[in-house]
């Protein structure tokens, strides 16, 4: 059974930084598309940012520059490192994996962050 399990969130200050990680279990995903959503409350849950298995990388326009993803296929973990954080990022983050051999989506339960002014 695949399970995602996030990292990380939490309440900090407007400026500061916080990492997010996401443990993948159940199965590996060396090969699928991994990435980090987010949904802010009366929003629509949205992309992040995305990273494919060569190490292609998509940004949501708002965190480029503030915001960088990466990938260990070794540990199948995924991570998001938020820099610059401003109250407009306060939402869930979710962590999302795409497995493109069975195009099945995996989600993980997410986690709070709160940006305060």
């Known amino acids: 059974q695949v399970q995602l399990v996030e990292s990380g969130g939490g309440l900090v200050q407007a400026g500061e930084s916080l990492r997010l990680s996401c443990a993948a279990s159940?199965?590996?995903?060396?090969?699928?598309?991994m990435g980090w959503y987010r949904q802010a409350p009366g929003k629509q849950r949205e992309t992040v940012a995305v990273?494919?298995?060569?190490?292609?990388?998509n940004y949501t326009p708002s965190v480029k520059g503030r915001f960088t993803i990466s990938r260990d296929n070794v540990k199948n973990t995924v991570s998001l490192q938020m820099n610059s954080l401003k109250p407009e990022d306060t939402a869930v983050y979710y962590c999302n994996v795409f497995a493109t051999r069975t195009a099945r989506t995996y989600w993980g339960q997410g986690t709070q962050v709160t940006v305060s002014p």
């Open positions: 159940g199965s590996y995903f060396s090969n699928d598309i």
């Open positions: 990273i494919g298995s060569g190490g292609s990388i």
